[in-house]
């Protein structure tokens, strides 16, 4: 299905490089980031008062290739029990035999250059992210997962910003950390997201008719994107079955995205001394770019990403101004706490059914702004 050395050598020849830095200043960079995730863990865990990890691991700091190596790593885990069921579905094929060998292998490097392409346009933008899904260690234990932040695009923005850089790496740093502590605070969390994305990669409709209807809509998608409509790819390629199931994990993800975007805002001045110039200058980052950049971002849901962020920041500063960081932590307990789709448009609702009634009062016009 998918050729993944492809994908790794498309992906690390076509990312762009970085901002130049001498030898001493890139070590320098590295070394304060993985000072900065360790003291962004404590403050992270101060404020939330989740039981995340005493000691963890610093962070892994990474420049854009292997950034790219690690999502590549993490995808073959994840895809592969629908590589599975694609492999027992297909069988011999309609060319049979050799032939089919030959179908599959070019189309798998296909499929493998435009992962690439994928992943080198994301190479560049991403400035951190906690990695669930990680190939089993050498003893054969999977591991829980791994903080990673990509050293070249934090110094790049911090650049392009204008900003004080150890409040911007700080920042970066506690979203990043809020999201280790989301995963390895909570239990059940990690395994309910894996077990949704298995079921969503495991309802795709293999029927040859069906899916030549997805590329179609697909091929539209790109179309209205470029026109500048809403559509993207996500949206076009999903089943029936699958809009249910994304439901439910763009519900959670808006959740934790929303979380880690309020903590590195809410934990305070006397830690980020520039936090707020630092917010409305990004803010301003994340709305601007070209109109070819605009398309691309439509085009792969990263703007639909941008939306998670504002409405799972507006639920939680809404649910911490009405019940409070121990009535929030709820949302924690259990599948059944997380909020739906409707309930972080409306807080109300989520605090009615978790919390409990007597917890709803008028919030407070700051803490229900966008």
């Not at 895809?79 to 599975?84: A, F, I, N, V």
Request: with cysteine; net charge negative; aromatic share 6%.
């Amino acid at each position: 299905m998918i050729d993944w050395n492809v994908a790794v050598q498309a992906g690390t020849r076509l990312v762009r490089p970085g901002p130049q830095v001498s030898h001493a200043e890139a070590h320098e960079v590295v070394a304060e980031l993985r000072e900065l995730s360790k003291l962004a863990h404590g403050h992270v865990r101060d404020f939330t008062g989740m039981a995340s990890e005493l000691d963890p691991a610093p962070a892994t700091v990474v420049d854009r290739p292997g950034w790219i190596r690690a999502n590549v790593d993490g995808f073959r885990v994840v895809l592969e029990p629908l590589m599975e069921q694609m492999t027992e579905r297909s069988g011999a094929g309609p060319l049979g035999g050799a032939g089919n060998v030959v179908v599959q292998a070019v189309g798998s490097r296909v499929t493998g250059m435009q992962v690439g392409a994928i992943l080198a346009y994301m190479a560049s933008r991403v400035l951190g992210q906690y990695e669930l899904f990680l190939p089993p260690d050498p003893t054969g234990r999977a591991p829980t997962g791994r903080l990673t932040l990509v050293a070249p695009n934090i110094v790049h923005v911090e650049q392009e910003l204008g900003v004080e850089t150890r409040d911007f790496r700080l920042w970066v740093c506690l979203h990043e950390e809020t999201h280790r502590a989301q995963f390895t605070g909570v239990p059940w969390l990690r395994e309910y997201v894996q077990d949704q994305m298995t079921q969503f990669l495991l309802a795709s409709d293999l029927d040859p008719g069906v899916m030549l209807d997805r590329i179609r809509d697909a091929a539209e998608a790109v179309a209205d994107a470029v026109r500048g409509g809403d559509a993207n790819l996500i949206d076009a390629i999903q089943s029936p079955e699958q809009r249910k199931i994304l439901d439910r994990l763009t519900a959670v993800m808006t959740l934790v995205e929303g979380h880690g975007d309020y903590v590195m805002d809410a934990v305070g001045p006397e830690v980020v001394p520039s936090v707020q110039q630092i917010r409305s200058r990004f803010q301003g980052r994340r709305d601007g770019g070209s109109r070819l950049d605009k398309t691309i971002r439509r085009l792969l849901g990263i703007d639909l990403k941008m939306k998670q962020y504002a409405e799972g920041s507006r639920f939680v500063r809404r649910v911490v101004a009405e019940a409070g960081m121990s009535g929030f932590n709820k949302v924690w307990e259990s599948p059944e706490t997380l909020p739906t789709h409707d309930e972080i448009k409306e807080p109300a609702l989520w605090i009615s059914r978790v919390v409990g009634p007597h917890a709803i009062d008028t919030a407070p016009p700051e803490a229900s702004e966008a």
